[in-house]
């Protein structure tokens, strides 16, 4: 293994936690926002269907 500087081998470790919370904060940021699309839809459904079991 090539001669690697401690300094170095702390800027590197430090910029890969950084990228992967970045990473883990905007995937959790989507899965919301998915999780939100998703019980908006369905609660769409629900209130569609109950206006066809009132109708029926």
Not at 13 to 41: C, E, H, P, V, Y
């Amino acid at each position: 293994m090539a001669d690697i500087s401690e300094r170095t081998l702390q800027i590197a470790i430090a910029i890969s936690f950084a990228t992967g919370f970045i990473t883990g904060w905007q995937a959790n940021r989507m899965r919301r926002k998915f999780l939100d699309w998703r019980k908006k839809r369905l609660q769409d459904k629900l209130s569609e269907t109950q206006k066809k079991l009132d109708l029926a």
